[in-house]
């Protein structure tokens, strides 16, 4: 009995000493990759909203006071630059209208009055004139024939004198006359710069009033899609230091991108970077898209400072992208070539925040502290720690 219990012994003994303790397989990773050079990039992650560019929203309103007689669109309907959209109760505006026309076309007819009859009176003052200047100097020529004979004792005294005041008479005509003409003339340029003046004025009258007139129909300046309509049909509106809104229009094939930075990464923005975004209506359509611009303002939200960073649309999205729709952003700030680089998933923190991984040596897991750079697109870049080509688990 003895020798059958130890042999039992040295049979426990062989079997436990055979039997290996079983590894955790949660302490070690399950995949391998190698470490490999390559392209990281340097990505700032922001939340975005879809906006209409400057210019591209527009709302449509009046500028004279009155009541709405005729209101041609709806929500939801395409307008043309150009197109009517309302009309406002104008007959007070189409009589002013009237009004100052007749008054244009009485002034206008004024002055061709004064163009018809000033002219043929200045010609027949004129003529006048030339006959008295012909005849003045006949009788001058006369009174030197005169002052001969007279000398010559061929004539009296009395016909002398009596020519010498012909003479005399003539000559006060002739000036008189020159007076004449001279006032007349001053006299229809004063009456044609008075009807000038007139016509001006009334023109300008008509003019303004045509233009006010012109306020009662309403033009959308731009082309898009009617947003909103804030007037109905026979409603008064009353136009004072802000015009009251008629419609707003949106052309939703002018949109933009604007984020909104954190003030810590607002130094990696720069225009003409390239940057890639989603909606929540299509998340799996990736649009591209260029910074254009980063506004100087900032703005704070919960003590937190942002800066409003523009991007350009440069995907087709005319009828996909909407007004105000959420946009996950991904600016792309920077870009190094053939650094080092593993998935992000091989890498861990320990305790004491260092990072680390575990590198596979022979059959054998070592742990092994590195110094990470940027991270992106799943990749992380190895600064120090590895070595290319060596094997690291993933988690």
Not at 78 to 84: C, D, N
Not at 266 to 279: D, E, L, N, R, Y
Request: aromatic share 8%; charged share 30%; glycine share 6%.
């Amino acid at each position: 009995m003895k020798g059958f219990f130890l042999y039992l012994l040295v049979i426990v003994f062989f079997l436990s000493g055979c039997k290996k303790e079983p590894k955790n397989p949660e302490n070690f990773p399950k995949e391998t990759t190698k470490v490999e050079r390559g392209d990281i990039f340097l990505e700032v992650t922001v939340t975005g909203a879809i906006k209409p560019q400057v210019g591209a929203q527009v709302k449509v309103g009046a500028r004279i006071s009155g009541r709405v007689e005729k209101l041609f669109v709806k929500q939801g309907d395409r307008v043309k630059a150009g197109q009517l959209i309302a009309i406002i109760e104008h007959r007070e505006l189409q009589e002013g209208v009237n009004r100052t026309y007749a008054n244009y076309q009485e002034a206008l007819a004024n002055m061709e009055k004064v163009k018809k009859t000033y002219p043929p009176r200045i010609q027949a003052q004129k003529k006048k004139i030339e006959a008295l200047s012909i005849e003045l100097k006949q009788i001058e020529r006369e009174l030197k024939r005169y002052e001969t004979l007279y000398k010559e004792g061929l004539i009296s005294l009395t016909d002398l004198e009596r020519l010498k005041r012909d003479y005399e008479v003539r000559k006060a005509q002739l000036d008189s006359e020159d007076s004449t003409l001279s006032a007349l003339l001053e006299e229809y340029e004063k009456e044609l710069e008075r009807t000038k003046a007139q016509v001006s004025s009334t023109k300008n009258a008509w003019e303004e009033a045509k233009v006010k007139l012109n306020y009662a129909f309403v033009y959308t300046p731009i082309s898009g899609v009617v947003s909103e309509v804030t007037t109905q049909q026979g409603e008064t509106v009353v136009a004072g230091l802000n015009a009251p809104t008629f419609i707003t229009v949106i052309d939703l094939s002018k949109l933009q991108v604007e984020c909104y930075v954190d003030e810590t990464d607002i130094g990696k923005i720069s225009p003409g970077q390239s940057a890639t975004f989603t909606v929540d209506a299509y998340p799996e359509k990736v649009f591209k898209a260029k910074v254009r611009t980063i506004y100087p303002g900032a703005i704070i939200k919960n003590n937190v400072v942002f800066y409003d960073v523009v991007l350009d649309i440069l995907d087709p999205y005319e009828g996909i992208l909407r007004p105000e729709m959420t946009a996950q952003v991904i600016i792309t700030a920077g870009k190094k070539e053939n650094v080092l680089v593993i998935p992000s998933r091989a890498v861990k923190i320990d305790p004491q925040g260092s990072h680390y991984v575990m590198v596979k040596v022979g059959e054998k897991w070592e742990k092994r502290l590195i110094k990470v750079g940027w991270e992106s697109r799943g990749k992380t870049e190895i600064i120090s720690g590895l070595k290319e080509g060596e094997e690291v688990g993933l988690w």
